[in-house]
C-alpha cells in the first residue's frame, strides 16, 4: 500500500467550499483507482511548545485545521492516478478556486511499516 498525506488551513466560513470541492475530488481519485479517501476537520489539536499541526500550518483565529490522507495499492499506483487526476480538464478550475491558503498546506507520500 502506499498513502498520500495533507494537513492544510482551512478558513471557518469557507469549510463547506472546501467539504464540496472534497467531495470532487474524491470521486475523481477514487474513479481513478484510489483504495480510499479521507478528510478530517481538527476536533482535537491544541497548539503544542515546540509544534503542532496548527503551529505547522501557522493557523489563523478564523481557520481550522484539515488532515487528510488518500490510499492505494502502490506507489506506482498513486503515481497512475495522480497523472490521471491532474489531466482531468476540471482540475485546472478547480485549482484556480481552492478555498485555503496553499502556501501553507503541506503534504507527502508515506510508504506504511505496520497495517492492520
Wanted: hydrophobic share 35%; glycine share 6%.
Amino acid at each position: 500500500m502506499y498513502v498520500d498525506g495533507f494537513v492544510v488551513p482551512v478558513p471557518k466560513n469557507k469549510l463547506g467550499e472546501y467539504t464540496e470541492v472534497s467531495k470532487y475530488m474524491c470521486k475523481l481519485c477514487k474513479d481513478a483507482g484510489a483504495l480510499s479517501y479521507v478528510e478530517c476537520v481538527a476536533d482535537d489539536v491544541k497548539p503544542g511548545k515546540v509544534t503542532s499541526f496548527p503551529q505547522a500550518v501557522q493557523l489563523k483565529d478564523d481557520e481550522v485545521v484539515v488532515f487528510s490522507w488518500i490510499t492505494y495499492k502502490s506507489k506506482e499506483d498513486r503515481d497512475r492516478i495522480n497523472k490521471l487526476c491532474m489531466e482531468d480538464p476540471r482540475m485546472k478550475e478547480l485549482g484556480q478556486h481552492m478555498p485555503f491558503d496553499g502556501q501553507r498546506m503541506f503534504a507527502g507520500g508515506f510508504k506504511p511499516i505496520i497495517e492492520a
